[in-house]
């Protein structure tokens, strides 16, 4: 019944309340006197989980009726977070949810906070994901997401004396209502061994074996009209359990292959500081790629016989290069398993391949050591030297440089452009900068196949759920259906001339202020005042995206207000959240750092309430549900060149806070959709950030240039902010003077012009507020429907089905 209107007529809270009564029973085995949050939680997740099936297996059904050609997006990463309160919106059940939980005495917000967040990748290529996930079910386009089941998502962070310490996150010791468990669809997936000849033909004998299995989860679309599946692998043992070893008391040797299965999913990789060493990182990317294929394939040939049709029904997109195993995987399953011709199957799978990329740094683009490599797939290292030369003899004219392996090193990125149809960056400024600097020589080779595909967010989840202050406001101005056709944003403009809406605007915001400081309060014993300027930079800890120049900038604001705190300040209240990668000494140092500051600013009675720094730890995707809503100012001061898109950004932009910013990733969009009037713009260019690098001095120079920042580097240095152990900083701040590749020092003026200019802004309330209703208005764009929509036609070539 994929017509039927959301807002099903028959469906009132007692007949949700019976359903959850009757899962709190029969399922969780809890009677109402005994049950807690989290079985009452149970119940309600079950009930909305089982109005979830008619349009999941409706949407299975009509696919597969019409032959419908699919997407298999493979992503290492999928950051969902909670799902419960998504769904229940998405299914047009909130309110009647609400009523019927408040009937057995509960409140459903409190079982929404319950949920834990699946926090199964580290930032904005896994929420990604998980945005596109769920326009392509509101979208009606087939699809399943491919990725692994880590039994510990990312980790959980604290912080101890203002450092970062790391916990394993443990999401799955409860039970994850959401899936099931798919004990039938089951892959075997090799590593190591030897490559034998039979009858003529390379067979590959693994040495060790896994089994993939999979846990389907669906992602129901806006208004319950299609639904497709997340499909998570988990690993067991493939060999069974080896009793004759067990009983001669070699428990260890007995328990190889459960201890192999374990490691593979256990924890997702937080780190792009390196990529040596890691076997085990490329025997998940293959687990995850290898039963991904397998399952397309099976699934293909349950109604066709001829692979060669392939491309026809499946698109595959990988997100980055950690599944580009695909496309050597592919080959081998099609000609060593299938018997297919090896020309013919590079053909084939480069038409169903497509790969987005995510990075232009250097040092997190993956490249394995061939020995490495070669030992962990043997077989599959000769396929990549094959599809290099036969790449060389296509394009016998191509730079000799031009190649997969290199150096003694298998280059993903090379090999997932060579092995994709279309290639895709997710800014026009990034797909500008692949095609310049990343891969200059396979562009000019196959000019046509770099395609930019701008990122977007899913509005349900980040407006209609996160914000509903502001939802409201926005349906009572220009009428309900904006959550799937974004650009009517547009609609609010005409509205932001009058007073009255500003002044609603102005209140919604401040709705969501005082719930973020009363949250502050309760979780950091921290006041701080819902009036003031509220400025958010909620990303990973990265030197690219310069947290840095924000604290030094902070600290220089603090020194002047300091000079003068009677004077007409507006008071600022500065959030960091994100996590550092665990390897990562340089931003665990600027955590600390931020840590270190907020004590001695925070304590400060001459600022007081003028200036707080607050950091709460353990970011992720509930939090940033928190802190977008209630944002004033966006920070988004990556280095120019260094961020391909940024999706925070959009975000904040959709929940009215303009963004102090540089011309880096979508800021160049976002600039270019709400006005240079609603943007504080500053910072060098990708091409001036180039030209300064060349000057070795640029930093001392920069720094000599600006008392404000020397005068900040100088209290650092004292120890100001670490009085206990006065040169804790001595090396963070001697790497600004003299190895400041990101500019931190060449920028910090600019940015600190770019701050003043922003309390200027906010102190006429009138121009903040049309500023920032401008910016909702005008952030149409950043919708993911738009972004897969694109990539349904320019990348995908498949069709809506609905
Ligand atoms: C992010 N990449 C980009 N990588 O940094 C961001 O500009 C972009 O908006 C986003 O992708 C979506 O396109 C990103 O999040 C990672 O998290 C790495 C994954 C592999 C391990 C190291 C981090």
Redesign the pocket.
């Known amino acids: 019944m994929l017509d039927r209107p959301v807002n099903d007529l028959s469906l009132t809270p007692n007949v949700l309340k019976a359903d959850i009564l009757r899962h709190l029973t029969f399922t969780i085995g809890k009677d109402t006197a005994s049950a807690g949050a989290y079985d009452w939680r149970m119940a309600l997740c079950y009930t909305i989980r089982d109005r979830i099936m008619e349009p999941w297996f409706a949407s299975t059904r009509r696919t597969w009726a019409e032959d419908h050609k699919r997407v298999c997006y493979l992503s290492m ?1 999928f950051l969902i977070g909670r799902i419960l309160e998504d769904a229940t919106i998405n299914l047009g059940l909130y309110d009647i949810a609400a009523e019927a939980m408040a009937d057995v005495g509960q409140d459903i917000h409190d079982l929404i906070e319950d949920e834990p967040d699946a926090a199964l990748g ?5 929420r ?1 994901a998980a945005c596109f996930m769920e326009s392509m079910a509101t979208l009606g386009c087939p699809a399943y997401g491919y990725g692994i089941r880590y039994e510990h998502g990312l980790f959980r962070q604290r912080f101890e004396g203002g450092r970062q310490v790391e916990t394993p996150e443990d999401w799955l010791n409860q039970t994850h209502p959401w899936e099931f468990a798919r004990p039938e669809s089951a892959y075997t997936i090799g590593f190591k061994g030897e490559v034998a000849i039979r009858d003529g033909r390379e067979v590959w004998l693994p040495g060790e074996t896994v089994t993939a299995q999979a846990h389907d989860t669906p992602v129901v679309g806006w208004h319950g009209k299609w639904a497709n599946t997340l499909r998570l692998w988990g690993a067991r043992a493939t060999t069974q359990f080896d009793l004759e070893r067990f009983n001669r008391g070699d428990y260890a040797a007995a328990a190889e292959p459960e201890t192999l299965a374990r490691t593979l999913c256990r924890v997702l ?4 500081t390196t990529y040596q060493g890691k076997e085990l990182r490329l025997k998940q990317e293959f687990f995850l790629t290898s039963a991904a294929l397998q399952d397309i394939l099976r699934r293909f040939l349950t109604d066709h016989s001829d692979l060669r049709a392939l491309p026809k029904h499946v698109a595959i997109q990988m997100n ?1 290069t ?1 599944p580009a195993i695909a496309g050597p995987e592919l080959i081998r399953l099609l000609t060593d398993e299938h018997g297919m011709a090896f020309d013919e199957a590079l053909g084939v799978a480069r038409a169903c391949l497509g790969y987005t990329n ?2 232009l740094l250097p040092e ?1 683009l993956e490249r394995w050591a061939t020995f490495t490599f070669g030992n962990v797939l043997p077989r599959h290292m000769q396929i990549v030297e094959r599809i290099d030369s036969w790449h060389r003899r296509a394009y016998p004219n191509r730079p000799h440089f031009v190649g997969i392996v290199k150096h003694q090193e298998v280059r993903m990125g090379e090999l997932a452009f060579i092995m994709s149809h279309k290639v895709n960056g ?1 800014s026009a400024l990034h797909t500008d900068l692949v095609k310049q600097t990343l891969f200059p020589e396979l562009n000019s080779l196959h000019p046509g196949r770099i395609v930019n595909q701008t ?1 977007g967010v899913t509005p349900r989840r980040w407006l209609k759920m996160a914000n509903r202050p502001l939802a409201g406001l926005i349906t009572d101005t220009i009428g309900a259906g904006w959550e799937a056709d974004l650009d009517r944003l547009r609609e609010l403009e005409p509205h932001i001339e009058d007073a009255g809406f500003r002044k609603i605007f102005g209140a919604a915001k401040r709705e969501n202020k005082v719930e973020l400081s009363n949250w502050i309060r309760a979780e950091l014993d921290v006041s701080v005042s819902p009036d003031a300027l509220f400025d958010v930079q909620i990303k ?1 800890i990265h030197e690219y995206k310069r947290q840095l120049m924000n604290i030094l900038e902070t600290i220089a604001h603090w020194h002047k207000v300091r000079s003068d705190p009677t004077a007409n300040w507006v008071p600022r209240v500065k959030i960091f959240g994100g996590k550092a ?1 665990p390897g990562y000494a340089v931003a665990k140092e600027i955590i600390r750092l931020i840590n270190d500051v907020g004590q001695v600013i925070n304590n400060d009675p001459l600022t007081g309430d003028l200036l707080k720094v607050l950091y709460p730890a353990n970011y992720n995707v509930s939090m940033a549900e928190r802190m977008i809503p209630a944002a004033d100012l966006s920070e988004q001061i990556s280095t120019a060149g260094k ?5 925070g950004n959009m975000k904040f932009m959709m929940n009215g806070a303009p963004t102090i910013g540089t011309l880096d ?1 979508a800021n160049v969009e976002i600039l270019q959709e709400v006005g240079a009037e609603n943007f504080f713009l500053f910072g060098m260019t990708n091409e001036q950030a180039m030209k300064r690098r060349e000057d070795p001095d640029q930093s001392k120079k920069a720094i000599e240039a600006s008392q404000p920042l020397k005068d900040v580097l100088q209290m650092i240095a004292e120890g100001r902010f670490s009085p206990e152990e006065p040169d804790r900083y001595h090396a963070l701040v001697h790497r600004v003077w003299h190895h400041d590749y990101f500019l931190v020092a060449a920028d910090f003026d600019a940015y600190h012009a770019a701050q003043g200019e922003v309390d200027r802004a906010y102190a006429d309330r009138d121009r903040w507020l049309r500023m920032a209703a401008m910016n909702t208005a005008r952030s149409g764009f950043f919708s993911s429907d738009r972004t897969i929509k694109s990539y349904m036609s320019e990348v995908w070539s498949v069709t809506s089905a609905l």
């Open positions: 990463e580290n930032g904005g290529l896994g990604l990789y937080p780190d792009d980055d950690h995510h990075t997190a997710v990122n990973r990668a961020e391909a898109s940024g999706t990733g």
